[in-house]
């Protein structure tokens, strides 16, 4: 995001605020912001000049290192271990996805929520600037 323009903020569990400086030409789901913040929503469109950007609150799907005691893979059924790198479905469920082992993305949806499987390649979260 241009830097000129704003910048959003955090302000607790899912929820972001975008805060605008006045001669920042952001507008979001096609309004002006009045008094230069605004409320985000999951979803919400925020226009900047001629770039557009989409707010998500939901988590993205990347590869992480898996953090916890050992579980179950749902899709192999072998151990996934602390330190693995791994992917947690929107579910809760965690599977393998490394190189050689890509248990999540093995198929196109999760087998036990049946969501789409596409990790995101650069999701545009507030936790993550
Ligand atoms: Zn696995
Ligand atoms: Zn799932």
């Known amino acids: 995001m241009d830097e ?7 302000i607790g569990a899912g929820e972001a605020a975008l805060v605008t400086r ?5 507008r979001v789901n096609g309004r002006d912001v009045p008094g230069g913040l ?5 979803r919400d469109e925020i226009r900047i000049g001629r770039e557009r950007f989409f707010f998500s609150t939901r988590d993205p799907l990347v590869v992480e290192p898996y953090p916890e005691e050992p579980v179950t893979c749902p899709r192999c059924t ?3 271990l602390a330190g693995t790198p791994a992917v947690r479905c929107r579910c809760g469920a965690w599977f393998h996805q490394a ?6 993305t093995y198929g196109d949806t999760c087998p036990l929520c049946l969501a789409s499987t596409v ?3 650069e999701p545009w979260h507030p936790a993550l600037l």
Do not use: H, Q
């Not at 190189?99 to 999540?104: M, P, Q, V």
């Open 99 to 104: 190189a050689d082992l890509e248990c999540f």
């Open 119 to 121: 990790l995101e390649e």
């Open 78 to 80: 072998t151990k996934l």
């Open 38 to 42: 605004r409320v985000m929503r999951d």
């Open 22 to 26: 006045p001669a920042a030409r952001v």
């Open 4 to 10: 000129a323009a704003g910048s959003p903020v955090g």
